[in-house]
């Protein structure tokens, strides 16, 4: 989690956005993951650029109709992020087949890819298309829930601490 959360602080310290997407309470998750991003609750934290995949539903539907959903994620992720960005994929299970593709059409453009799964991790996580698998090792989707919304918070939490850090992120010593 830390190596993630330094190699997040490190996009964004170049310019990068965080976009997450996800299904169902997952997709609810995505939506909470960019707010805290974009609006940090604690005072003096920086805000830091994120959007949710699932906030435009004509987007999402329309490209679901001509698509087919195993492409609504990695349709947006073609024209909207870029090689500085981070995408993060939630599945509780590690199965969702859009979550995938998803990441596997951001790891092809160059994106950092994060998983937060459930489970064994399944498909997801054992994708290489993933640089971080955060996996809640749990098959009750309430305990999954819990440790995910801990987990991201953890996340936008270390990521600010990597930019308290004078010279963490300098080109110098990142590899």
């Known amino acids: ?99 995938l593709r998803g990441l596997e059409v951001a790891h092809g453009r160059g994106l950092l890819t994060v998983a937060l799964t459930g489970g064994d991790g399944g498909e997801i996580a054992r994708s290489p298309a993933v640089d971080h698998a955060l996996v809640a090792h749990s098959e009750e989707p309430q305990v999954v829930k819990e440790i995910h919304v801990t987990i991201y918070h953890i996340l936008w939490e270390l990521v600010h601490v990597f930019f308290e850090q004078p010279g963490l992120l300098d080109p110098e010593v990142v590899r």
């Open 1 to 99: 989690m830390a190596r993630a959360c330094y190699d997040m602080a490190v996009r964004f310290h170049r310019g990068g956005k965080l976009v997450v997407f996800g299904n169902g309470g997952a997709a609810t998750d995505g939506h909470h993951v960019a707010v805290e991003f974009i609006h940090p609750v604690i005072v003096g934290k920086r805000a830091l650029p994120a959007m949710a995949l699932t906030n435009d539903v004509a987007t999402l539907t329309g490209v679901a109709r001509t698509q087919g959903f195993d492409e609504v994620y990695a349709a947006q992720l073609e024209l909207l992020a870029d090689s500085r960005d981070i995408a993060l994929g939630i599945s509780p299970d590690g199965q969702c087949r859009n979550v």
